[in-house]
């Protein structure tokens, strides 16, 4: 049956059959039509064609359609459609690559240096960058989801202005980035109460550290913007990469030239500079809709604004964990450089921990960005339960690893026999206590997906945030010690989780579209 409205239609008369939805014509010879309700809620139609039949949409010949076309969309598909909870496994590696030359940096200058190095290269130093550096993957967050549910519909021009607004934002924001921290760092520290015998080579590897903090930023984009695409390969073969040159950088540096803490912040920046050229490599030469072009990398407002808009959320709740975490370093700063060297030691030891559920947290938002893009519920609420539980386990095995192997653990950063006791006390406390922290990072990386950030965000200042303020100034001055100090965390993950499992439960967006239906 032909078009009642072929006179409008070029080529209608050729095809062998057609379609009229009201602003839409298709010939009857494609496999596969999708209706999807376009995001955001509103009743625009998109239209989702895989033409195999050799027609476009007007019905004209489709010269183009070649087996290698056909093979590109196979596995757009199959990236949309697999489960991406099993890319959690290179994301995983590839956090743990980062945060081990993040540790490279502190064992080898607690080994080779001392214990005031190795406060000054974590420490206040390690939560100031965080502040900013957080913040800004927080917001790069938004960037992601936007990418993968553009990217799970097919819609490659808008897939193309996301890309392109993304790396303009981590320019111009490692700019800022930059000159803030140059300037602002000895302010910052001592404001921190830093011990006088860390703040000189505090200031040293943080200025250091910010001076070349653009290619932390263009990394942390483009592996986010691969990532979204279903490519969670690369990042990690660039990590690896990154991260045995900083080793080697550090060991040259640091041990070699006996440059200290401004040997292993040059081995750092370095090596995150080589990570950002590899991920910008990928992007400029990949034929996909996420092509990067130098020419058209520029800032599009609306996709901005949207961006921003989704990761604006993360990033505020990224700097509220943040300030209160500062909090935290200022109670310990003021138990001496002993408990300064432990914490520091304690947070690369935690980093194990974190790189598990942040690699589970970001696998699910891209997941269920793409699954929601594509309206397929069921397998959304089937990865959360699924996520939650492959997270449970691998951190109740963490936490008797760890538990059981706390001196040899802190032994690998220092020698100091009161550092390594004031740690083994510290990790005894907390290990136990990770598992009230999974809901948090899994459940708020699933509303993320579906662009539901701003509640999450509120849930995480009030919980965790705001709670923590309030147990450093009432409990903390009754009994300042370690262990009360460090509390203030299972305390707010508990109550945290709580009030994460009630709201996904009972009161989401994702809850309401499932009953549905």
Not at 105 to 114: L, M, N, P, S, T
Not at 152 to 164: F, I, L, N, P, T
Not at 169 to 191: C, E
Not at 477 to 485: A, G, Q, S, V, Y
Request: proline share 3%.
């Amino acid at each position: 049956m032909l078009c009642p409205d072929a006179a409008t239609h070029p080529g209608a008369d050729k095809a062998p059959g057609c379609f009229h939805h009201p602003g839409f014509f298709l010939p009857l010879a494609v496999d596969k039509i999708a209706l999807l309700k376009r995001f955001g809620g509103n009743d625009t139609i998109i239209v989702e064609v895989q033409i195999f039949k050799g027609y476009d949409l007007y019905g004209r010949k489709y010269k183009e359609n070649t087996r290698a076309d056909r093979k590109c969309y196979r596995e757009r598909e199959q990236n949309r459609n697999g489960s991406h909870l099993a890319a959690a496994a290179p994301i995983l590696f590839g956090t743990f690559f980062q945060q081990l030359y993040n540790a490279a940096d502190a064992v080898i200058v607690g080994r080779f240096v001392g214990k005031e190095a190795l406060s000054a290269v974590g420490g206040g130093t390690g939560t100031l960058i965080q502040l900013l550096v957080g913040f800004f993957v927080g917001l790069s967050s938004g960037a992601t989801v936007i990418i993968s549910q553009y990217y799970g519909a097919k819609r490659a021009e808008m897939v193309g202005y996301a890309v392109h607004t993304s790396i303009a934002f981590s320019l111009v924001a490692g700019v800022g980035m930059m000159i803030v921290g140059i300037t602002a760092a000895p302010w910052a520290l001592r404001a921190m109460s830093t011990p006088e015998d860390i703040l000189g080579p505090a200031t040293t590897y943080i200025r250091i550290y910010f001076l070349g903090v653009i290619g932390n930023l263009i990394y942390n984009m483009g592996a986010g913007i691969l990532r979204a695409v279903g490519d969670s390969k690369r990042p990690l073969y660039f990590l690896i990469a990154s991260c045995l040159t900083n080793i080697v950088l550090d060991i040259a540096f640091v041990i070699g030239l006996h440059m200290g803490v401004a040997g292993a912040a040059l081995a750092t920046i370095l090596s995150q500079a080589l990570s950002a050229v590899l991920v910008l490599w990928v992007l400029m030469r990949t034929k996909d809709m996420h092509r990067l072009e130098l020419r058209k990398i520029r800032f599009d407002g609306r996709m901005f604004r949207r961006i921003i808009r989704i990761g604006l959320p993360a990033g505020l709740q990224s700097v509220m964990y943040t300030s209160s975490n500062i909090l935290i370093q200022s109670s310990v700063n003021e138990l001496g450089t002993d408990t300064v060297a432990a914490w520091t030691a304690y947070s690369k030891i935690d980093s194990l921990f974190w790189m598990i559920v942040n690699a589970f947290g970001i696998s699910i938002t891209t997941f269920v960005g793409q699954n929601y893009g594509a309206g397929k519920m069921d397998r959304v609420h089937k990865g959360v339960r699924t996520c939650m539980g492959i997270t449970a386990g691998a951190t109740v095995l963490l936490s008797v690893i760890l538990y059981n192997y706390a001196s040899i653990c802190y032994q690998l950063f220092t020698t100091d026999a009161q550092v390594v006791v004031i740690g083994e006390q510290i990790l005894h406390f907390l290990v136990p206590t990770y598992f009230t922290y999974i809901a948090i990072e899994i459940l708020s990386g699933t509303l993320r997906g579906i662009g539901d950030s701003w509640l999450p965000m509120i849930i995480c200042c009030l919980g965790i945030c705001a709670l923590r303020v309030v147990w450093i100034l009432t409990a903390v001055p009754l009994k300042n010690d370690i262990l009360t100090i460090v509390f203030s965390y299972p305390l707010t993950w508990t109550v945290t989780s709580i009030a994460f499992i009630v709201y996904y439960l009972f009161f989401s967006r994702l809850k309401i579209v499932g009953r549905k239906r």
